[in-house]
Every structure is written in C-alpha cells, then in structure tokens.
C-alpha cells in the first residue's frame, strides 16, 4: 500500500493500514512464520501515525488513535492471551505466564514506537498516561490481576519444595517475581501486598513448623546438648540458604524481611531453650568448652537486636562462677594448712586466676568477635571475684606479694625474660579489676623497698618495666614514689662514690669500719619508725663521719637513720673457727655487747641498746633461739621472756664460713591498711573540697557520687566514710548546710 | 496620755519607767558585786525564789529569752531583756510568766531557734564547737524529753553505749530535731540513709534495726 503525502487519511483508512501492522506483530510474537518488520514497514506505520495525528480538524484523530492502542492490547489479550493461561496450571502456569509478559514487553516497546508521535504532544499536553505506560497497565488489569493469587501460590509452593530439598527452576521464579516488581511501575506495592506478605507468612509457618520438630525438651543433658548444637547449626544453614534465595530469584528488598522471619522463628522464639536451658543452653557450651558452637551462637544472636544481651549474660556469670570457685578453692586449702598465710597456695591462687583471665579472653576474641558486651562482662565477672578475700588477705595484697616473687632474687618464679614480661603484663591487666589500686600501690611500695633495700631485686629491668607498665594503667601519680625509690637507689651509688673519694681525700677521718650508707628520700619509701637505738661506740663513730660528709654536700637537709633497715657483716670469733655473720643492725648492737661482758640479763641489753620490748625479744629470739644460736639463753625455753639471760655461744659452730641470720619480718598488713586508710581520709576530703569549690552548691546524693567518680581510679571509697569526712568539713567550716535543706550543701570560702 | 498599762501591750511613759526601775532593782537583788553580773549562785538563789529546780528547762527557756550568752551568768542588759519582754519585774510576776514563756517557747517557730540555742549556751570555753556525749544526753533529755519521749530515750542509750563519737556537734544536733520530727519512730519507714542524714543518725538507726531483729 502506498502513501499519498497529500492526501488527508481518514480514521478508517489508517486504522486499517496500523492493524494490519498490529496483526503482522502478533503472528510474529505467536511464533508464527512471518518475515521481521523492515525499517519501511516501521517508517510507514509510524508516519501514518504521525499524520494521522498532524492533519488539521476534523482529522486530527489523536485522541482515536490512543484510545485505539489501548484497544489493540485488550483485544489481543482477552481473545489470545488470557485463554491460553487459563487452561495451564502450577508451574506451567508460570512458564507460559513469562512467556506472556515478556510478549507482551515486546509488543508494548514495537506498538510504543509505532504510536510514539502521541507520546510526544498529545499525550504530554493532555497530562495523559504514557504510552508504555498505558500498555503496562493493561497487562496489569487484565491479566496480572486475575492470575496472581495463583501465580503467587504457585511460588510459594516452589519455594516450600526447593526448602525441602528438591531442585527447583530458579530462573522462571525470578522471572516471575520481576513481574510483580515491574508490575508496580517504580513502586513495590504490587510486590509486597501480592507476593511477599504471603511469602513471608508461609516461611513463618514454615519455619515454626521445622523448629518444633527440632526442639528437644526434657531429655536426657547429653542429647539435649547434641541436639542443642545441631540446632544452631541447622538455623545457620538455613538463613544462609534463605539469603541465598533473595540472592537468586526473591526482591533485595525481602531480605531484611525475610532474614527476621526466619531468625525470630529459629532463634527468637526459643531463645530461652537455646541460651537459658541449664543442659542444652549457652551455659552447657561454655561448660564443656564448646568454641565453634559458640562462636556460631554468636554469629546467629548477633544479628537479632538485643540478641547478645542474655548470651553476654551467662558468659558474665559462667566465669563469675569460675572465679569464685577458684576462691573457694584457695580458702579451702588455706583454711587446711595451719601455718602461716601469704603462701604458695595463695600464689597459685593468683596465677590461676590469671590462666582464667587468658581462657576466657580467647573466648572473647575468638567466639564473640571482641564485642563490646563481652568485655563488659569480662571485666564485671572478675571484678566480682578479683575483690574477694582470700585466707585473710585481700586481693590487692595477693597481686603485690606474687610480683615480688617473680621480681626478687630466688622467687618461686624461674622463668625466661620474655615469660617474665608477658606475665607481669598480665598482672598489671588484672589490676584493673580491682576496686583497692591504693592498697596494692602501698602492698607493693613496702615490697619493693624490701627488695631494694636488702639487695634482693633480680632484675632492674624487670623492675622498670613493670613501673612502665603501671604508669601506662594507672597514671603517672600512681608510680611517682615508686620511680623515686628506684632512682634513689641509683643516686645512692653515686653518692656512696662520692663518700669513697671524701674518706680517702681526709686519710685522718677514717670509720675504722667498711661503711654504706643508703640515702633515700622520705616522701618516695614507706615510713619507718626510727628508732633510739644506742648505738655501739664503733658504729657511732660512723655515722658521725657520715653526718660531716653529708654536710658538705647539702646543708639544707635533715638526715634520719634507720637502723632497723641497716645489714652487719661481723666475724664472730668462735672456739672451733671464725664465722663471718651477717645480721642486721640491731642483732649487731647486742653481739657487740657481749665483747665486754660474758653474761647479760635482758634488761641489760634493754638498757644498753634502749629497744622497745617487741624489738628486743624479736631480734634476741633470732640469735638464741632460731636455727643459729650465736647466744645461750638461759632458760632454754622456746621464747624469750624478759626474765631471761643470755650468754655468748662460744661453743657454736657451721661447717659454712659465713651465714646469715635474718630477722623475721614483722607483719607489715595491719600498718599497710592503717596508712592507706588514712591516705584515703585525706583522699576522699580533697576531693569533696574540690569538687564543692567548684560547683559552690550541691545537693548530698550528688556530691557521693561526683566524689565517689572522682576517686575510682584509686579506690572505692566507702559510703559511710564519705559522709563522715563531710561532716569533718562542716565543723572545719568548709562547708555548710543549706538552712532551708538539709539535703544541700555550700562551700563556704 | 499615757496609756493604762495592760497585761498584754508594753508598758510606756511613766509605768514604763517605773517597771524599768524595778526590773533593775531586782537584778541587784541577785547580783554578784565583784563581777557585776548575776552568777550561778545568784541563779540558784533566783531559782529557789521561783520555786524551780536549777536543772529546770523553763530556767534555760529564760535565759533564751534573754538570749544569755554565758551559761550561768546573767548581765544587766540581758536581765533587762529578759523581763521587760515577760513584762516582769518582781520575782512573783516572773514566777507566774513562766508558763506562758514556755508556751511560747514550744512554738513550733520559736522552737527550732530555742534547740539551737539551748546548744550554744553549752558552750562553754571560747572556740568550742562540740559537746560531750554525757552533757547532750542530760541536754537531749530537759529540751526534748517531754516532746519526744520514745526517741530521746532510745537515742541516748545509743549515744552512751556507741564509741565512734566522743563529742556532738551543732549539726548533728540540729540533725536530731529534724529526725524526731519527719522520721516516723520506732520503725523509721521513711528513713533514707542516703540521703544526708548525719552518719551518727545513720549508725542509730541500724543499731535500733539490729536490736529489734
């Protein structure tokens, strides 16, 4: 058929030419043989479009033509299309369906363009549906509707199947659902409202339904254990395979949906079967050590909001338990030795706590990803246990006596530098956990001193870096004294060099005795009674010379000597052979009096050297009563009594040259507890005054709590003691109450 | 004109002079001349005239009218204020003032600043703040025994048996009002120890508790 350019086309005339070409399209899409478009037949079809839509009125048959397209679709899809659905079923029902929509698509894009003259003018300036938008909707009215339910059940089904095991045609369900993704034209309604509610409910049921199948209750621990993991195992395999689905065929958007779906049904529902039951839950993961079913248990709540919360929740009292089983343990055995505390057992105490520490810190990175929560729990499990007394000392002296086992000179600990390190790196981590810091810095000051002081540090490195590491905790202040010690230490060879040079640089001074003295400065060492001992003329001498040396160095300082602290070296001149002693000070003084007398009663001594009673019978019990008796006492009882007298041993001998005899320690606890509490008066009063000069008017609850805050770092300041020290500055007048409420106070300035 | 003197107004004019005069007059009755004031003695010489015991709340009740500052003395000008306001000027109107001074003393508005005082006054030595645990028991038992009988008893047995305090302040004192007039006794329902109670309340609370369980 030929065009005349001239000539007007009437509506009948060119609509009969268009369905010959809608015809022509249709056995093509019906796959029939039919020759494809050429450019001519889609050059004429579109300009009798054009024209058709361009001639002037009455011809202008814009309006018939797009009234006519959307016939075109309608006519061919009632007559063809709907029929050949209808008679198909389930799955074949879906096929032919694809194969229909994608026509469809087809016919819509060719009939598009053939009309696409009224897309551009009529239509925009009639604010009309578009064309393609037009051949949508009439595949959605007329056919999408009728058949999605069916088409939707039909999904589902194949879904259930494919969950059970069986192979299924992904790629017809993902052409399928695009369908109702396309349907919706930009919005997902048609998606949601037609597809994925049911789809989210049928795997809901499906799910609850498998669950119940899989949940064992009251059977016997073992099984219930097996069939707990098993469970956990299966409800991962499960949301993977559900994820994988959206990844194939399902909308992106289900996912989210779905993934809840099927958690809450798995996991959520039975939550408490899972992680609260005492033989299938958390707690019987943790118990026999359970690490992948942990780490997957934590992989599957992660995801569920709050999952976490109870998992983190037995964690924190598993190892709570574990910790105060360890407690118990050491009070036990404590409690079947009768000697003396601070032993090994209390040693093994620490060093098990610390393997605890290192178990379940693995847990943490390994099964729970170094999550937050269980960290949190880590540190409120230890810190319940770690603050408990054990056999009478606390847990901040515990900590202290196992560093200076692994710090001083034939400690129980004989390990490499690097074992060294990494375990004083764990001791200080464990620190942490306690509420009592002051009382361990103290513990380990007076440890320390001991340790410098009596030459019986094994490692000066070693004692650097656990300062370092301490400093990097717990702050600077913390160590201050601490590092003043050490380097009081070092200052002290120094100076002692320096004596050296004074003594031969005045050959007519001369101590007549090997002299060392030790300068250390009073604010870093813990305090010492100094006491009035008489000294020997010998050593008098000494420290006279001494105080004139010091004096040309400094004039500005006091010097206080502590006897108590000072070592003797002195040969004692037995019948048999000469035996060098080491004694300390105080045992030196009284040998020495037994140069000028044979026999002494114990107030003799007493008089002679003006100790004090628990002194005295200390050091005189250790040279007549102990392993070495450089002295007889008489009575040869197993104390000394004031009653007593004592003579030299000149009998006494050791097949050693020399040997030592120490002074046993006094028990440094009951002081070490005294000073810190008063340490913690001053603390807790610099705080309040402090925290009242500031904010000038506080209310009681909350200046506890700033207080109690501000000195945590340190120690947990007792309730009571608070208020007690409150009422310290209101006599002091620092603070007074508010007239009108007593609950407020003021700084007075 | 001046006005007819009635029991309830101040005196003026003449009858005010003349009452002045008589109030002093019986100042100098009790007076200790040496120093001027009436002393302990004097007191007690006015006390057997008033027919009370020395040890009598309505004696501390007089001095805190006449806010006497040093206990067991009187001044003039103290003496003076005293009396003018009870408008009393002969011992037997002082005498029969007395009831009505002590009405007017337990007032709950007059009492707060009459217990404040009644501590104070035990003050004896110049820059002391805090009172025997004995003195305040013996104090406790005259200002607030007939008011408080059940807590004032309780709490002095406390205060004899513990030994964390040796002394009382001011704000504990003041403290114990309060106690006894908002905490509900024996049970103490509605006490609160985190609140700002004074510790030595805090430790007689949970003594009581201890006790009764």
Redesign the interface.
């Known amino acids: 058929m030929t065009m005349s350019q001239m000539k007007t086309i009437e509506l009948e005339e060119g609509w009969s030419f268009m369905q010959s070409g809608i015809r022509k399209l249709i056995r093509i899409l019906e796959g029939e043989p039919e020759p494809q478009f050429s450019s001519d037949d889609y050059i004429m079809l579109y300009t009798t479009i054009y024209n058709m839509c361009t001639q002037k009125p009455p011809h202008d048959y814009s309006q018939q033509l797009y009234d006519k397209y959307k016939e075109a679709f309608e006519e061919y899809i009632s007559s063809t299309v709907l029929p050949s659905l209808r008679d198909k079923h389930d799955e074949f029902m879906l096929t032919e369906l694809v194969k229909r929509w994608l026509n469809h698509k087809i016919m819509v894009r060719w009939l598009s363009r053939f009309f696409h003259y009224l897309d551009r003018y009529f239509i925009s300036r009639r604010s009309l549906p578009g064309l393609n938008e037009v051949g949508l909707t009439c595949f959605r009215d007329m056919i999408y509707q009728e058949v999605k339910h069916k088409a939707r059940d039909a999904v589902i089904a194949l879904i259930d199947r494919e969950r059970e095991g069986e192979q299924i045609n992904r790629a017809l369900l993902k052409n399928i659902l695009d369908i109702f993704v396309e349907i919706g034209m930009g919005q997902m309604d048609y998606y949601e409202n037609d597809f994925e509610d049911n789809m989210l409910k049928d795997s809901a049921a499906y799910y609850s339904r498998k669950a119940l199948n899989w949940i064992v209750e009251d059977s016997c621990p073992d099984y219930m254990l097996k069939a707990s993991l098993f469970y956990l195992y299966y409800a991962e395999e499960c949301l993977r395979k559900e994820k994988d689905r959206v990844a194939h065929y399902l909308h992106s958007s289900s996912e989210p949906k779905l993934l809840e779906n099927v958690q809450t049904q798995l996991l959520v529902i039975h939550s408490s079967q899972l992680l609260e039951k005492e033989h299938s839950g958390c707690r019987a993961l943790l118990r026999d050590d359970k690490v992948e079913d942990l780490s997957r248990m934590y992989r599957l709540f992660f995801k569920i909001p709050k999952g976490l919360d109870p998992v983190a929740n037995i964690f924190k009292q598993h190892v709570t338990a574990e910790g105060i089983a360890l407690v118990q343990q050491a009070e036990d055995a404590a409690s079947n030795r009768a000697d003396k505390e601070g032993g090994p057992q209390e040693q093994a105490f620490v060093r098990k706590v610390i393997e605890l520490h290192d178990k379940y810190m693995v847990y943490v990175s390994d099964c729970f990803s170094n999550h937050s929560l269980f960290h949190k729990a880590m540190k409120e499990a230890f810190e319940v246990f770690c603050n408990k007394v054990v056999a009478g000392c606390s847990s901040a002296e515990l900590l202290a006596s196992f560093c200076d086992n692994i710090l001083k000179k034939g400690g129980s600990e004989k390990l490499s530098d690097e074992a060294i390190e990494e375990t004083l790196d764990k001791v200080v981590k464990l620190l942490a956990y306690i509420s009592d810091k002051d009382l361990f810095a103290e513990f380990y000051r007076k440890k320390l001193s001991r340790r410098l002081l009596f030459d019986k540090s094994a490692n000066d490195d070693h004692e650097r870096l656990i300062l370092t590491k301490l400093k990097q905790q717990c702050g600077a202040q913390f160590t201050s004294k601490m590092e003043g010690m050490v380097t009081d230490l070092t200052l002290a060879k120094e100076n002692q060099t320096n004596f050296q040079e004074y003594l031969s640089g005045n050959p007519n001074i001369s101590p007549g005795i090997e002299l060392t003295v030790t300068v250390l400065t009073t604010g870093y060492w813990p305090s010492y009674k100094s006491s009035e001992l008489s000294l020997p003329i010998e050593m008098e001498k000494c420290v006279e010379i001494f105080k004139c040396f010091y004096q040309t160095k400094t004039k500005h300082r006091k010097l206080t000597w502590i006897y108590s602290l000072g070592t003797c070296n002195m040969i004692a001149k037995f019948d048999s052979k000469p035996i060098e002693l080491i004694v300390g000070t105080y045992q030196a003084a009284a040998l020495l009096l037994f140069n000028t007398s044979n026999k002494l009663s114990y107030s003799e001594i007493k008089t002679q050297l003006n100790l004090a009673d628990d002194d005295l019978v200390r050091l005189l019990h250790s040279l007549s009563c102990a392993k070495y008796k450089i002295l007889i006492k008489e009575p040869n009882s197993r104390t000394v009594s004031t009653t007593d007298s004592f003579e030299f041993n000149s009998k006494f001998t050791d097949r050693m040259r020399r040997i030592r005899i120490p002074l046993p320690p006094v028990d440094e606890r009951k002081k070490v507890v005294e000073d810190v509490d008063k340490d913690r008066r001053y603390a807790i009063d610099a705080s309040i005054v402090r925290i009242m000069k500031s904010r000038k008017v506080l209310g009681h609850q909350q200046l506890v709590m700033e207080c109690v805050e501000q000195l945590s770092r340190m120690f947990k300041p007792d309730f009571k003691a608070i208020k007690k020290r409150i009422e310290d500055l209101i006599t002091r007048d620092y603070l007074e109450r508010d007239k009108e409420n007593p609950n407020l106070f003021k700084y007075l300035a | 004109m001046p006005r007819a003197s009635s029991k309830k107004g101040p005196a003026t004019g003449k009858a005010a002079t003349k009452e002045l005069e008589r109030i002093d007059q019986l100042f100098y009755s009790y007076v200790n001349n040496s120093c001027g004031m009436i002393d302990p003695e004097g007191i007690e010489s006015l006390c057997s005239d008033l027919e009370v015991d020395h040890t009598d709340v309505r004696i501390l009740m007089l001095a805190w009218k006449m806010q006497a500052e040093k206990q067991g003395y009187f001044t003039l000008e103290e003496w003076r204020r005293g009396l003018k306001a009870l408008r009393a000027d002969t011992t037997a109107k002082l005498k029969k003032a007395l009831p009505d001074l002590e009405k007017e003393v337990r007032r709950q508005s007059n009492f707060v600043d009459f217990y404040s005082y009644a501590f104070r006054y035990c003050l004896t030595e110049e820059k002391q703040?805090?009172i025997d645990i004995e003195s305040i028991c013996e104090l406790l038992d005259l200002v607030l025994g007939s008011q408080f009988r059940a807590q004032v008893d309780s709490f002095v047995q406390y205060l004899r048996m513990q030994i964390d305090y040796k002394v009382i302040?001011m704000?504990?004192w003041m403290?114990f009002y309060?106690f006894c007039n908002e905490i509900s006794f024996p049970d103490f329902s509605n006490y609160d120890a985190?609140?700002?109670w004074?510790?030595i309340l805090?430790n007689f609370v949970e003594w009581v508790r201890a006790k009764r369980s």
């Open positions: 703040k805090s302040n704000d504990q403290g309060r985190e609140l700002a004074p510790l805090d």
